[in-house]
């Protein structure tokens, strides 16, 4: 013989029964997705910003490297007989 078991009654706090199959409401689909989309949107603005970011300062990073060649220059001149070979 076959025991069939006994169906699971699920209540809800008020004393009603939940139908079988029992979904998420849709405003809280809804709100779960409007949270997805935001964080989404959310993480880009972030990136979008670093990246905004460090393209403001390669041109400080470029100005930073000329002003230290001119400098290792003069010094290199300016030590006259003590050469000092630095190639690049």
Do not use: C, H, N
Not at 72 to 88: D, I, N, S, Y
């Amino acid at each position: 013989m076959e025991r069939r078991q006994a169906p699971v009654l699920d209540m809800t706090p008020d004393g009603e029964f939940r139908p079988v199959g029992f979904r998420i409401p849709w405003p809280t689909r809804v709100f779960l997705l409007a949270v997805g989309v935001s964080l989404v949107a959310g993480v880009i603005a972030g990136a979008a910003l670093l990246i905004y970011i460090t393209l403001l300062l390669i041109p400080v990073a470029l100005a930073v490297l000329a002003i230290g060649y001119v400098t290792l220059r003069v010094q290199a001149w300016r030590g006259g007989k003590q050469r000092t070979v630095v190639r690049f």
